[in-house]
């Protein structure tokens, strides 16, 4: 399965594959709320509060089917980190030691509150797991 589809099927956007631009426009449109719970109950099964740290409750109770482009291009850059971190770990349960641990190359922080923050906190983390993919990461 393609890392878009895997991403896609997290989301839960589509049974047939969609094509990369596709994916850019429903981001773009803005992804139905779904993908949020979906998300979250992947990432963080018994944390019942982890959406509000991608959407906040306040302004989640503002939308009813879908969120906007900018809340759902958040949810896509982490559902995107967690099918790079999951096809590196091999299982969602190392996947979430990963992403939840502090680590040394993040200062001490999280990867998943790096990549929560913005794009480019998340590329540092697509790095270290790019590291740890060809054996180079501490």
Same mark, same amino acid.
């Given at each position: 399965?393609?890392?878009?589809? @895997?991403?896609?099927?997290?989301?839960?956007?589509? #049974?047939?594959?969609?094509?990369?631009?596709?994916?850019?426009?429903?981001?773009?449109?803005?992804?139905?709320?779904?993908?949020?719970?979906?998300?979250?109950?992947?990432?963080?099964?018994?944390?019942?509060?982890?959406?509000?740290?991608?959407?906040? #409750?306040?302004?989640?109770?503002?939308? !009813?089917?879908?969120?906007?482009?900018?809340?759902?291009?958040?949810? +896509?850059?982490? +559902?995107?980190?967690? !099918?790079?971190?999951?096809?590196?770990?091999?299982?969602?349960?190392?996947?979430?030691?990963?992403?939840?641990?502090?680590?040394?190359?993040?200062?001490?922080?999280?990867?998943?509150?790096?990549?929560? @923050?913005? @794009?480019?906190?998340?590329?540092?983390?697509?790095?270290?797991?790019?590291?740890?993919?060809?054996?180079?990461?501490?």
């Amino acid at each position: 399965m393609s890392e878009l589809q @895997e991403i896609t099927d997290l989301l839960g956007i589509g #049974k047939n594959p969609v094509a990369p631009l596709e994916f850019v426009d429903l981001v773009q449109e803005g992804l139905p709320l779904k993908s949020l719970n979906r998300l979250s109950v992947r990432i963080a099964p018994a944390d019942a509060t982890f959406k509000y740290r991608l959407v906040p #409750k306040a302004t989640l109770a503002r939308y !009813a089917v879908r969120l906007n482009s900018m809340q759902s291009n958040r949810i +896509a850059r982490v +559902a995107r980190l967690w !099918a790079f971190a999951r096809r590196i770990w091999g299982s969602d349960e190392r996947t979430r030691d990963f992403l939840f641990q502090p680590h040394q190359l993040l200062n001490g922080r999280p990867p998943i509150d790096v990549a929560i @923050e913005n @794009e480019i906190g998340a590329e540092l983390v697509r790095d270290i797991l790019g590291r740890l993919e060809f054996g180079s990461a501490v």
